[in-house]
């Protein structure tokens, strides 16, 4: 059996608008996949599409060989497949610690063991202290370290992460960077990082995608993507001399 | 100090029938941006439940004559029962439309139930003897109360903790507090949609069936508009409470229930035939004040 997350030939069109041509990408596991791309390229579609959000108009979505195209969302997260969302998106009204807890519950947990697990991965991500805080008036960083919690309830076998970086200074970049190496070392999680801080990306990925006008312009380890042309002109929209500015 | 007391007493079991009310359609509201108009009717529903069909003018009671502790089981069943079956039958299928078809959709519910009941048992006004020794009036430190206002302020607080420990304690009610919030999300995160809106119905029917129990003993008849006002109050205290959350209907209950008992205390006797239009004036002031209720839920407010 392939261990891998992947999209063969995916094609993801709005009305005529493609989002998303003939994508192919494959996220496998225990290992960083980096998804890069300027604004508008499509990553978040084709991570709605990997996730069960958006249904694609052609193509196929396989997890570890079973194909998942058009499954509803959670399904697709009970299958195994977790992510986070650009804006946090946690209950507001509801405490951290139930924040994770209803995740559990979703996925068929009793409450009972619900916060038992919500409590254990508070404290292995370090936010135990949070536990009975109001979602709602967390600050920035901690709100997407407990979304990352609530994705990893159950350790799912893929996570994908949306900007999680999005916002952070450079210490709690550092400090993000180190807990998705955890992740993948001892969840043994598939992890898909999309972001634009792209030192993060090249620091932490062993492979990366590059996205561009919804296709992958350029596949290949940290090392080759500095060193791509096509993907300087994607980002510059010029072939100017901007390395070290830009990568 | 006696008539302070009596004015209590009169504010806490009125705004204890508001705030039971309002709680029903809050709950409703909070899981599928329903106002279910209907809720009036689960009332008037419940109550004649207790009657067999007839349209003598004389109540026949059928349901009625049962023992209290088989009877106020067999009511809250009908009412969760009624509730369920509506939300199955009707609103299900406006899953996806939007409030205000879902709401028009809770008024026809509405008068199909009412015209049902019209059918059934005519219009007339019957009169009916249920628990009526508890209307009887015993003093308590001076003051003239009659027990079933002890009964019913003691009745609310002991739902309002039992729905609190639901909500907090139970997956279902963690369930319920995050679909109320973001029933997209909570959704995708796998929470039994279907159950979780089912079992909010279920609560909220039983809601209108206790109503439904006290208003009968409290007046001694059963009218097929009795539900009305008290929706039409209720519906009021949700919007001042901030729709969508429930501490705030409960408290917008009991204000509207002690502004109501206030108004007919302080206000010349010349003006008290007009006692609600000075409450709903005190309404609309409190509504200028806060457009968004007394409470009006984080999840309105979130950054975007």
């Not at chain 1, 249904?55 to 194909?67: A, I, M």
């Not at chain 1, 038992?116 to 135990?128: F, Q, T």
């Not at chain 2, 008539?3 to 009125?14: E, H, K, M, N, T």
């Amino acid at each position: 059996m392939v261990q891998s997350l992947s999209a063969s030939g995916v094609s993801v069109s709005f009305e005529g608008l493609k989002a998303l041509s003939n994508v192919t990408l494959d996220v496998p596991r225990e290992k960083v996949t980096g998804l890069i791309g300027p604004n508008g390229a499509g990553k978040t579609t084709l991570v709605n599409v990997l996730t069960g959000f958006q249904k694609p108009t052609s193509g196929q979505v396989t997890l570890d060989g079973e194909d998942i195209a058009g499954v509803p969302p959670h399904q697709v997260r009970q299958k195994g497949i977790a992510r986070t969302f650009q804006s946090g998106r946690l209950f507001s009204d509801l405490s951290v610690l139930d924040n994770l807890e209803v995740t559990g519950a979703g996925l068929g947990l009793s409450r009972g063991v619900a916060a038992k697990k919500a409590d254990d991965m508070l404290e292995w991500i370090g936010i135990g202290h949070l536990a009975e805080r109001m979602a709602g008036g967390l600050p920035y960083t901690d709100e997407r370290r407990v979304a990352i919690g609530r994705a990893l309830m159950l350790e799912p076998r893929y996570l994908l992460l949306d900007e999680p970086a999005a916002g952070m200074s450079a210490e709690e970049a550092v400090e993000l960077t180190r807990l998705i190496r955890r992740i993948v070392a001892e969840v043994k999680c598939g992890v898909l990082l999309i972001e634009h801080n792209i030192g993060l990306v090249l620091n932490i990925c062993d492979h990366i995608h590059v996205l561009d006008s919804g296709e992958v312009i350029e596949v290949g380890p940290p090392s080759a993507i500095k060193a791509s042309e096509k993907v300087r002109h994607a980002y510059m929209g010029t072939q100017a001399d901007a390395e070290g500015e830009v990568l | 100090m006696t008539a302070l007391l009596q004015i209590l007493f009169d504010a806490l079991s009125l705004g204890s029938l508001y705030a039971l009310g309002a709680l029903g359609i809050a709950l409703i509201f909070g899981v599928m941006r329903l106002v279910n108009f209907a809720h009036g009717d689960y009332i008037s529903f419940c109550v004649f439940a207790m009657l067999w069909p007839s349209i003598d003018a004389a109540a026949i009671v059928f349901a009625g004559k049962l023992p209290t502790y088989l009877l106020v089981p067999l009511i809250l069943l009908i009412g969760a029962g009624l509730s369920v079956l509506s939300e199955i039958v009707v609103f299900r299928r406006f899953r996806n439309a939007n409030p205000a078809t879902m709401m028009i959709a809770s008024f026809a519910l509405g008068f199909v139930i009412k015209y049902f009941l019209l059918m059934l048992y005519s219009s007339r006004p019957k009169s009916i003897d249920l628990w009526s020794n508890l209307s009887q009036q015993v003093e308590i430190m001076g003051a003239r109360i009659p027990p079933l206002q002890v009964i019913t302020i003691v009745v609310t607080i002991a739902i309002l903790l039992a729905l609190t420990a639901f909500l907090k304690r139970t997956r279902f009610g963690l369930e319920m507090r995050a679909a109320a919030e973001n029933f997209t999300m909570a959704r995708m995160l796998g929470v039994r949609a279907n159950m979780v809106i089912m079992m909010a119905f279920a609560v909220s029917g039983m809601l209108a069936a206790a109503i439904g129990l006290i208003l009968v003993t409290q007046t001694g008849t059963v009218d097929i508009n009795m539900g009305a006002n008290l929706m039409l109050v209720a519906f009021v205290a949700t919007v001042i409470g901030g729709l969508g959350s429930l501490p705030g209907a409960v408290i917008a209950g009991y204000l509207i229930g002690a502004a109501t008992v206030l108004m007919q205390v302080v206000l010349p006797p010349d003006a008290r035939p007009f006692r609600d239009a000075f409450v709903y004036g005190a309404v609309i002031v409190m509504l200028i004040w806060r457009p968004n209720g007394l409470f009006s839920s984080k999840a309105t407010k979130q950054r975007v």
